[in-house]
């Protein structure tokens, strides 16, 4: 019947005290057995990334009831199962018929993104990450790409030492076929390098330059050839970890950036969207500079400033 309730929120509520945690009761037994529960729940979910169902405002009512008991809960604790309940309902960002879902799924996600999470739940929380990082649905890759900024930079001591698989993670959805997918995994990826979370940046650096130097096809006769798509999806996705690396130090220009720069102005005349994130990188770059600027030119070679001097005052620059 609560499912069916259009005031959940208080049963919401009482039900997220009621399984803040399992309490002993005997030897080895425990109440209420939350992770019971939430099974329980699961299994009355059809799969929510094809909706088509007669009974679809009945599932969606129902996922409605989830996702506040799901912000009432995380307001206690978060845990693995929890962020395993969310993951299964991120498909309903896919849903366009009802404006209460997203505004909805939004709520939990931030919620339970700001949730403090313990070290034992971190390996099934980015299994559940890459997971969905595997969807067909760009906007769950989305979603899933805010909730894990939100998750991380609000718990960074506990997800340290799963950099290298938070790290492959974004670089895989930076070659992402859609281009809002591949933007947000890289401006993802550029705070955490700026907080000092990801630290292999000499690795990562040679791995964008040699993704931004792959060949394009010319046309022939006007006409794109076989897998010039997929080349470019590549080509960009080092662009965009260039334009990462240069804007995870807003006000700062450390030994390595000006190489990164000086690479990234080779790209001014390359294809969409290759050219936009060229000039949104470097407008950034000269806003967040040019009070110190006397300073920073310290650190470039005389071609590289040539080289800047000539991407900042480009027709590109200004188209």
Known sequence: AMFKCSCALPACRILAQLFCQDVPVAQNQYNPRRKDFLAYILSLLPPLDQLTSPHHEEVLRMCKTILIWLTCSSQLHGSSELFGML??????????DDEEIGPLLKAACTCLGHSEVLPNYVPDILEAMKKLGESSLWKVKVSTLQLLQIMVFENLFVFHSQEADITSLLLLLMQDSQLEVRELAASTLSGLVHCGFVRNLPILKASFIKHSRMLLPKKLDGVQQIGM?????????????????IGACPYTVPDWLPDVIAEMALHQHDPAPLQATVKKAMSDFRRTHHDSWSEHKQKFTDDQLSMLADLLVSPSYYA
Do not use: I
């Not at 993951?87 to 366009?96: I, K």
């Open 87 to 96: 993951a299964t309902l991120l498909p309903l960002s896919t849903v366009e």
């Open 229 to 245: 798509e997929a080349l470019l999806v590549k080509r960009h996705s080092g662009v965009l970890g260039l334009a990462a690396l």
